[in-house]
């Protein structure tokens, strides 16, 4: 099928500080479960490192989140979203690193 | 609303060999519309560095794709399709670069 055209697809890779510690990462992956219900996101990933091993593939990070808004503007709102400062409040201590990627459909890119 | 269950989500971003080249990017970017027609993808969304700008965010990239899969077969089955074997053949001198993060949802994981 075509391409989902012009969506705003924000994706985060976390890296925990405490890689050995089974209680840190269940507690980010609750987290990140209810940080995913915020009801500006369209759909929601929450994820972990798959199986896949090839020499181009990232598998470093422990968790990821992809989620989809219908554009810019609304992702601009769950940035400042009371539920994500809180997320971050709440969360932040748990992890070492994140990288974020904000992708949009070229279509609706404005220079 | 809850977060999608079990999803395989395939992200990768590609780093063009010539930037400057408005051709090349044109090129790829046909490509990558072509790659995401692929039957096997079930959701598929084809990007370029949002406006977004903070300290965290990766705007390297010159291209991004996000391939949802119901499953990690399906994947296995979509780096083997020969539209994606050809995508690769044909477009390959492109990039200089790319990284793949293949996530799957906890739930769907086995260790």
Do not use: C
């Not at 989902?4 to 890296?15: A, L, N, P, R």
């Not at 050995?20 to 980010?28: F, M, P, Y």
């Not at 968790?63 to 971050?88: N, R, W």
Request: aromatic share 14%.
């Amino acid at each position: 099928m075509p391409p989902e055209k012009g969506k705003f697809v924000h994706t985060v890779f976390f890296w925990l500080k405490n890689k050995d510690s089974e209680a840190d990462r269940q507690k980010l992956y609750e987290g990140l479960t209810k940080l995913s219900q915020i009801e500006l996101i369209e759909t929601a990933y929450v994820g972990v490192p798959a199986a896949t091993n090839r020499d181009v593939i990232d598998r470093s990070y422990d968790f990821s989140i992809t989620f989809v808004f219908p554009d810019p503007e609304t992702q601009d709102a769950y940035q400042v979203h009371p539920d994500h400062l809180k997320f971050v409040e709440e969360y932040g201590h748990l992890w070492e690193r994140v990288v974020v990627y904000d992708a949009i459909g070229p279509d609706l890119l404005r220079e």
